[in-house]
């Protein structure tokens, strides 16, 4: 297995090709205006979900976590998600919205709250899609002291990685979000994309967005659930709907692109977990996150 390797000192633009002309960021991005949400009342917030981060027909659960993570932030007195855990109760689909929050606990250096975004269906009924119990802080103030036996995953250069530009997507259906993302896939880990998977239930892959814009806590709720389902490698095809997902923010990452390490290590019952690491270009883990997912057999 190659040497894990540094990210780049380029601009996460120049990696790509034929760089764009200028980089997006943070608070001027394709991601923070679709992610922005209108304050009706306190508590309340109305959103109009974008069609470009859809997977399929879905709107990505990641996406919907940074959505909800927004709203939370302008509720709560601390700026940073430390910890979001969420259901997803049924599938997202791109138009409006409404998310309402709610302040469980007020402390001095961490506060909780809630937040459910809910939708309407054809029959005129509210449903809710999402909901979510989150403890925000300030990521600014954590101590330097840092202890571990973790380390970032072995993936070859930036170069020598592939995305969706790299040839046609092997992704059944029109998945959008793929035009938003900045997404190069360690060649060990597309054999599912060549026919012949490996049966490890393993993806890495450099992350950012396609415009640029730097990586912030909020856009980490989204890395973790961007890469294709390590499904895939396991030799399963189709969608695989996320039922639960908890993130865990443990640093503001610095500039430059990201890598994403995503293992599966027991698919029993139609279900499998996903465990992810997103480490930043100073080698530092930033994220770490757990989902439950569903998956097609047979």
Known sequence: MPEAASAPSSTLGDARAGGPPSRAVIGDS???????????????????L???????????????????????ADTLP?????????????????GPAVVRTQTVRTG??????????????DQGNEVERIRVLASYGDLSGLPDDVRTTAAPPAIPPLDQCFGADDG???????????GRLMLK?????????????????????????ADGRDADPLSLLLAVDALPP????????????????????????????LRVSITTRNLAGGFLEEDAEVWDSEDRLVAQSRQLARVRLG
């Open 78 to 94: 601390h700026p940073d998600p430390f910890t979001v855990s969420a259901h997803y109760l049924t599938a997202s689909q791109p």
């Open 168 to 178: 046609p997507a092997p992704v059944e259906g029109s998945s959008a979000i793929t």
């Open 108 to 121: 001095r250096t961490l506060s909780t709250g809630q937040a459910s975004l809910f939708q309407y269906d």
């Open 185 to 209: 896939l360690d060649p060990a880990t597309l054999g599912w994309a060549l026919g012949a998977p490996s049966g490890k239930g393993e993806m890495r892959a450099w992350f950012g967005l």
């Open 50 to 72: 974008s069609a470009g981060w859809t997977i399929i027909n879905a709107v990505n659960g990641g996406y919907l976590l940074a959505v909800l993570g927004r709203a939370l």
């Open 230 to 257: 390590t499904a895939f490698e396991i030799g399963l095809k189709g969608w695989v709907p996320t039922v639960e997902l908890t993130v865990h923010v443990r640093h503001r990452p610095a500039p430059g692109p």
């Open 30 to 48: 394709e991601f923070d205006r679709d992610t922005a949400v209108t304050r009706r009342e306190p508590g309340v917030y109305d959103i109009d």
